[in-house]
């Protein structure tokens, strides 16, 4: 009996199960609602977890042949999958941390003038995963962990919609919400920049949503399409450098061609897979979470996901991320002076390019969005690129992924140079 | 009534919107189920309406009635393009 409470109760689905059981408990809902809201949390992350081992499963033969091909290790940033992945190894931190995180969010609210309330739930599991990996790096587990990794990812939420709510603001044209989201510094230097490269003769017609742009790319805003048709091109180039001995040697004597297509449509569909999960989990904790809230700091701003931007410059959302992809695409092909090469991370290309876009339209006219949105995708891709040796997550049994988030990987650098300043970690 | 709400990744913003049609709706004494997908997922999903920001909008097909939020932000634009659609 006390073999199964202890085995049941560490697994990671359980203890995040238990803690939408709490939250729901606790805003006092219906029965039905709380058996509902923690299975299908419980499923969510089962899926989730279903697809981080799908996708880990197609990086390994693509690892293997870039590897051969290039002599240089291949990451794609993404960090869902890559948090979703170490989740046997940290699966009681993590979710931990993502809840007590919460905790501290709305104390630093309610006691400081950092009246911010973080709702982007993605990101603040897949900060807490970040959390968990780098104090891991570090020596520091369980408790510990769980204490440092809160208190860091709560200062966090508050401060880097803090940063950015200057130009929120600006760009919103209303104080009442804030920008939660782990790009938000990078997407506003990005804006930064754009201001100070704006024309001198710049008016208010100088913006790209008074140009009429086809509406021909719009069936790549279903990111599984862009996605796929960039995972096909990369595995068949890289699959064609190692040459056909190696993948042939990789897919166990079936074409090799034909495998690697598939395992490039397999690497989509575990994102697809991972990200039903996310949605799942997110769909029942975040309303809890929003309604916690809403009741114990009233008037606090809520942090939102990066899209709540676009309806502000719609045109120049696809300027921004046709810039972002290109200047992704100039870092991927710089990075291998590193020593390892970043691949484009096409949902972070396209999420913060088509907010610095926005940024940039506002704040430095047309060619602020360009610059903008180019600057963004070149940054984007090459930080993990200079990072890359501070983090290593091959010791779980991961290859070709690393962190995107570019704050998450600000603050997990600081740790991890901050950990080796006292001696901690190997 | 059962709604889905769209936006790219189907749990940022999408569900965000999906809550403010909810207290909507509670507001006018309907209790609203939903969900939040993303762009690859709404076809086929049984719901009495579809609500979706203005820039995803033209990428929704569906004999549903589709609402084109131009700025989810705005609860007063919400409310105001949902309310015909509401009912038990």
């Known amino acids: 009996m006390v073999n199964f409470l202890v085995e049941f109760l560490s697994n990671p689905t359980i203890v995040i199960g238990l803690v939408a059981l709490l939250g729901l408990v606790l805003m006092k809902n219906k029965l039905t609602t709380v058996i509902t809201g923690t299975l299908k949390t419980i499923f969510g992350f089962m899926i989730l977890s279903a697809g981080a081992s799908v996708i880990v499963g197609a990086l390994i033969p693509f690892s293997a042949m870039f590897q051969s091909a290039f002599g240089l290790t291949g990451i794609v940033p993404e960090d869902n999958a890559l948090v979703a992945g170490v989740q046997t190894v940290l699966g009681f931190e993590t979710p931990m941390i993502m809840l007590f995180s919460f905790v501290i969010n709305i104390i630093l609210a309610r006691v400081t003038p950092f009246k911010y309330i973080f709702l982007t739930g993605h990101m603040m599991f897949s900060f807490a995963g970040t959390m968990a990996i780098v104090l891991d790096q570090l020596g520091i587990n369980g408790w510990t962990a769980i204490i440092i990794g809160s208190i860091v990812q709560g200062v966090s939420m508050v401060v880097f919609p803090a940063i950015s ?25 990005s804006g930064f920049i754009a201001k100070k490269c704006r024309k001198k003769n710049s008016d208010e017609n100088d913006t790209w949503e008074k140009v009429k742009v086809p509406e021909k790319l719009g069936f790549l ?19 064609i450098a190692a040459g056909k001995d190696v993948v042939t040697g990789l897919s166990g004597g079936k ?16 994102i697809l897979i991972l990200l039903q999960g996310v949605r799942m989990f997110l769909g029942e904790i975040i309303p809890a979470f929003k309604g916690i809230s809403e009741k114990l700091v009233p008037g606090a701003r809520p942090a939102l996901d990066v899209p709540i931007f676009y309806a502000y410059g719609p045109t120049a959302t696809t300027i921004g991320f046709l810039c972002a992809v290109v200047g ?33 339209d506002k704040l430095g006219g047309k060619r602020g969005a360009v610059i903008a949105g180019s600057f963004l995708g070149f940054a984007f891709t090459m930080i993990p690129a200079l990072c890359y040796p501070l983090i290593d997550v091959t010791r779980y049994g991961i290859s070709g992924l690393w962190f995107a988030s570019t704050d998450a990987i600000i603050v997990g650098v600081i740790m991890k140079l901050a950990g080796m300043i006292f001696g901690l970690g190997a | 009534m059962h709604v889905i709400t769209v936006c790219g990744m189907g749990f940022g913003t999408s569900l965000m919107l999906l809550m403010n049609i909810q207290e909507i709706g509670r507001k006018y004494g309907f209790e609203i189920t939903g969900e939040a997908v993303d762009l690859g997922s709404y076809k086929g999903k049984p719901c009495d309406f579809i609500a979706a920001s203005s820039e995803i909008v033209r990428q929704i097909i569906s004999d549903k009635p589709v609402v084109a939020i131009d700025n989810l932000l705005n609860k007063k634009e919400v409310e105001n393009k949902i309310s015909p659609y509401l009912k038990k």
């Open chain 1, 255 to 270: 074409n090799w061609i034909a495998f690697v297509i598939l395992q490039a449509l397999t690497f989509v569909a575990g």
């Open chain 1, 328 to 360: 992704g695409l100039v870092a991927t092909f710089l990075s291998p002076l590193t020593g390892v090469v970043v691949l484009p991370g096409v949902i972070g290309l396209f999420f913060m390019g088509g907010a610095a876009g926005v940024f940039g």
């Open chain 1, 165 to 189: 709510q200057r130009y929120t603001k600006r760009i919103l044209g209303s104080d009442d919400v804030a920008f939660g989201f782990w790009g938000s510094s990078l997407i506003v230097l």
């Open chain 1, 221 to 239: 805003k279903d990111m599984s399409i862009l996605m796929g048709i960039v995972m096909v091109i990369v595995y068949v180039v890289t699959a």
